[in-house]
């Protein structure tokens, strides 16, 4: 017998969802091509209905909310932070300088082989955003140089001072080191 334990929302990806019966049970969905074919290609309310009805004896599902009734609802709050002045002038450098240089490759190589350097340039200017030492470690870690770490900071503060526990997460490892 096989069994999959996943945190990952059924939900997220039909991609997952065939890999992960495609270890369970590798011919209950068939191979992936006439799979992505049928259900992901054509999306229609009738096929994934069809797909419910074949995957829904194999799925034992619990909700945080049958599991542990004590637990207050999640709360998503949003907060939003300016970038600063320099923070403003790194990214309008990078952003220029990668809009050239990809417009260039596109214009060579066409959208298909540029993409990776697209994604690199979204990354830069994601970095920036977070905090310009993540692209050049020179800059410092000081107030005023990053409009999202002054946001966090404050609101560090504020939670510990509540004896509130925290659990901060980013994609980028430099930035929890800083």
């Known amino acids: 017998y096989k069994f999959v334990l996943t945190g990952t929302p059924i ?25 992505k074919e049928k259900y992901m290609d054509e999306f229609t309310e009738e096929k994934l209905e069809e797909l419910k009805q074949k995957i829904t004896p194999f799925i034992l599902r619990r909700v945080k909310s049958e599991v542990l009734k004590e637990l207050p609802p999640k709360i998503i709050q949003t907060l939003y932070a300016d970038l600063t002045s320099l923070q403003q002038k790194l990214y309008q450098e990078i952003l220029e300088k990668t809009r050239e ?3 260039e490759k596109i214009k060579k190589e066409g959208i298909k082989k540029s993409k990776i350097h697209i ?29 999202k770490m002054d946001l966090l900071k404050e609101l560090l503060i504020e939670l510990t001072d509540s004896n509130h526990k925290i659990l ?8 929890l080191a800083l």
């Open 168 to 175: 901060l997460f980013s994609q980028f490892t430099k930035m």
């Open 101 to 103: 240089s990809l417009l």
């Open 11 to 35: 939900e997220n990806n039909l991609k997952e969802l065939w890999s992960i019966f495609s270890f369970v049970s590798p011919y209950l969905l068939g191979k992936f091509k006439p799979f």
């Open 119 to 147: 994604l690199t340039a979204l990354l830069k200017l994601r970095q920036i955003s977070n905090h310009p030492s993540l692209i050049n470690a020179s800059i410092g870690i000081g107030d005023e140089i990053s409009g």
